[in-house]
């Protein structure tokens, strides 16, 4: 099976990560930050290890304020539900994923109101403009998706943050496509919340996700056991453990950890630069086929992460997925959980389907996937 | 040689401390701390083997959320 799903999920996880979870479950299997023998006390110092290499890949100075969570839709969550959002506005993009789309849902109860910006695919400037025109007094927070998970568009994170920054408003990312696959320095992006999933551009196992919190969040979504000031009923005020009730995910974290190194060694710009050529390529095979419909422009390096959609005339994205399945390769159609994104693209009623690329994935791959789309374009005309 | 240790509020602090005042050339590890569970509950404390004054220094210099001191024998 030729993989190329990895805005799901990151296949194959590298050897590293592999070793590592494995080598955790031999040699730390301890409760991190809950007792005093030396093997909790190594396997506190495991996760901790994890979130300085965090805080040194993004560029944040607090370690102690990266708390792991479960994924990115956790993250995302603790954000919306721990800011005790009531009667405010909250602005958003048109390319939303359900991870923010259906907590802000929730938030109506409240009395929040959800405003949505549009994005402009080949004008950063504008959709910059779009969000400034509907933040207002009222306005909250802003939180976005860094990158579409549908077609790959990367947002101006740069400058809605200062626009947030400049207005009074706190800004969270949600950047599931983008930790790891793009540099993300958060000593220059004003974000107060980043969400991050350890297992797509990261290549840490399933199960781990991270929130950098740079400013502070009145609530928790889980109270509990932290380790800490056990004799009170309070939850702790401390980042990370006020956060992070209930035992961590130990083997998930320190392959997290590897993953980090791993993306780290290569090198996430040239990551990006060859997973894009190799996507490239893949848009420029799917334009010159005869009844696939493409619908971005041409994905270029500084604008866009490797992932794209299309569909093929006559055929159901979920019967062209099929069909690519029964070739030999996995790509996910439908709605891929933001149908927001895909009302914008226009395929809201019948989806499209999803080539996302990875660091091992070869050239040779995307030749002979092209000839597979080829063919069944072909055989459905 | 100083017996006292510093009381930290979390096993994120102790590590964070720790690393730091190694860094710094500080003999340093964690303990969990003993003594009064009622006041502070189950704490990690960093043990210096050295100018502990100065190590609390540097702990609070960075942010680092100290409780206090106790010395080794009062557990």
């Known amino acids: ?381 | 040689m100083n017996q006292e240790r510093i009381l930290v509020s979390s096993v994120t602090y102790a590590i964070k401390g720790r690393d730091l005042l190694r860094s710094m050339g500080f003999k340093a590890y964690i303990e969990r701390s003993k003594g009064q569970l009622e006041h502070s509950g189950c704490g990690y404390s960093i043990y210096v083997s050295d100018d502990v004054e100065r190590a609390e220094q540097i702990l609070r210099d960075h942010h680092i959320k100290v409780l206090g001191r106790r010395g080794r024998d009062e557990g």
């Open chain 1, 1 to 381: 099976m030729i993989y190329f799903d990895n805005a799901a999920t990151s296949s194959p996880k590298p050897k590293e990560v592999k070793e590592a979870v494995a080598g955790a479950l031999q040699r730390l299997s301890a409760n991190p930050g809950r007792s005093g023998h030396e093997l909790s006390i190594a396997a506190s110092d495991a996760v901790y290890q994890c979130r300085a290499a965090l805080a040194d890949m993004f560029r944040f100075p607090a370690p102690e304020r990266i708390v792991f969570t479960l994924n990115c839709t956790h993250s995302i969550n603790t954000v919306l539900k721990g800011l005790r959002l009531k009667n405010c506005k909250i602005v958003t993009s048109s390319l939303e994923h359900n991870a923010v789309m259906r907590p802000l849902e929730k938030l109506k109860k409240n009395g929040c109101t959800i405003a949505v910006a549009e994005v402009f695919f080949d004008d950063p400037e504008a959709t910059v403009r779009s969000f400034a025109r509907l933040i207002d007094d009222n306005t909250r927070l802003v939180i976005c998706t860094h990158a579409s998970n549908v077609c790959g568009v990367v947002l101006p994170i740069e400058q809605i943050g200062r626009l947030c920054k400049d207005r009074g408003v706190l800004f969270a990312v949600d950047a599931a496509q983008s930790a790891g696959v793009i540099p993300i320095d958060c000593s220059a992006v004003p974000i107060d919340f980043l969400c991050i999933p350890g297992h797509k551009g990261l290549y840490g196992p399933m199960g781990t996700g991270v929130l950098f919190c740079k400013s502070d969040l009145p609530d928790t979504l889980t109270e509990g056991g932290t380790g800490n000031f056990s004799a009170s009923f309070v939850q702790p005020e401390d980042y990370p453990e006020r956060f992070e009730s209930g035992t961590v995910n130990l083997p998930g974290i320190v392959g997290l950890k590897a993953g980090v190194d791993f993306v780290q060694k290569k090198g996430v710009e040239r990551i990006h630069q060859y997973e894009m050529q190799l996507l490239q390529t893949t848009y420029r095979g799917l334009k010159q086929t005869r009844g696939v419909t493409l619908y971005t422009p041409y994905p270029d390096t500084e604008r866009y992460v490797p992932v794209l959609c299309f569909n093929v005339a006559g055929l159901h994205s979920s019967q062209t997925a099929e069909l690519l399945n029964k070739a030999g390769y996995a790509l996910r159609a439908g709605l891929h959980c933001a149908p927001t994104a895909h009302r914008r693209m226009g395929t809201l009623s019948y989806g499209a389907v999803r080539m996302s690329p990875s660091i091992f994935n070869h050239p040779k791959e995307i030749y002979s996937f092209l000839q597979s789309v080829k063919r069944i374009a072909k055989s459905a005309s």
